[in-house]
């Protein structure tokens, strides 16, 4: 399969999930997750119209920002502090902010840089005991400490990671969760430092779920360029 025709295939994928829910496929933004792949494989993407790509590392972003035919940045891993000012510049949204220290960094970084960072607040609707993700009764007190104290911060929606399930339809509640969470903060309005826009939910095995239950964002990686060989981490 080449990466066109899997895009043409998830491209149906999320119309026929937004058909069976009564939505407009215009509004499920497609990012193709590049993760150990490497730029040719992106540029041939951006060919097949894919505007928006997505990292999870940010040595990755590094090292194959300049060979990348102009595009939208994501960054959807876990973020270290110590590496925000590396890709301040690079990314237009990042998907997962879990702590107020990251996103102070994050502020002050954006604010040296002249520029409002926008971001999502990484919410764990499956209390796993994952290390990341926001618990979802922290939510609410975490967007607003992060209005309060980070200018050149905008919260612009959430992000949830659903466990991996052999049977998609299990991921269901989690994305449930999610989107109660978005409506709530959607529904008060915008403002300066709070502007709810997306819910980037949704992953190869279980995007047309989360499209279901609301995602306008989803992140597609393996079913866009394939399986990953993750001996390339190791480079
Ligand atoms: C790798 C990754 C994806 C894409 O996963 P696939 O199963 O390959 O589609 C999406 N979101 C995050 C946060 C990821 O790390």
């Known amino acids: 399969m080449s990466i066109e025709s899997n895009i043409e295939e998830v491209r149906a994928r999320i119309r026929a999930a937004c058909e069976r829910c009564g939505r407009d496929p215009e509004d499920v933004t497609l990012i193709a997750v590049t993760k150990l792949h490497e730029a040719e494989e992106m540029n041939e993407a951006i060919d097949c119209g894919i505007t928006d790509i997505a990292e999870n590392k940010v040595q990755e972003v590094l090292r194959k920002y300049d060979d990348v035919k102009p595009a939208t940045w994501h960054l959807i891993g876990h973020l270290q502090t110590n590496k925000v000012r590396q890709i301040i510049t690079k990314v237009a949204l990042i998907h997962s902010v879990?702590?107020?220290?990251?996103a102070r960094e994050i502020d002050k970084r954006a604010a040296q840089n002249d520029l409002v960072m926008d971001i999502l607040i990484q919410v764990n609707t499956?209390?796993?005991?994952?290390?990341?993700?926001?618990?979802?009764?922290?939510?609410?007190?975490?967007?607003?400490?992060i209005a309060e104290t980070c200018?050149?911060?905008r919260v612009r929606g959430l992000m949830c990671i659903a466990p991996?399930?052999?049977e998609p339809e299990e991921t269901r509640p989690f994305f449930r969760a999610a989107k109660e969470i978005f409506d709530r903060?959607?529904?008060?309005?915008?403002?300066?430092?709070?502007d709810f826009r997306w819910l980037s939910m949704?992953?190869?095995?279980d995007f047309e779920v989360a499209i279901e239950?609301?995602?306008?964002?989803?992140?597609?990686?393996?079913a866009i360029f394939g399986s990953r060989d993750y001996r390339r981490e190791e480079l």
Request: overall charge negative; charged content about 25%.
């Open 202 to 205: 949704g992953m190869t095995n």
């Open 151 to 153: 200018p050149h911060v």
């Open 213 to 222: 239950e609301g995602s306008n964002m989803v992140r597609v990686g393996t």
């Open 185 to 194: 903060w959607q529904a008060k309005g915008p403002s300066d430092r709070i």
């Open 126 to 145: 499956a209390h796993e005991d994952s290390k990341f993700g926001v618990d979802p009764q922290e939510v609410d007190g975490l967007i607003e400490e």
């Open 98 to 102: 879990d702590s107020l220290h990251l």
């Open 164 to 166: 991996f399930e052999a």
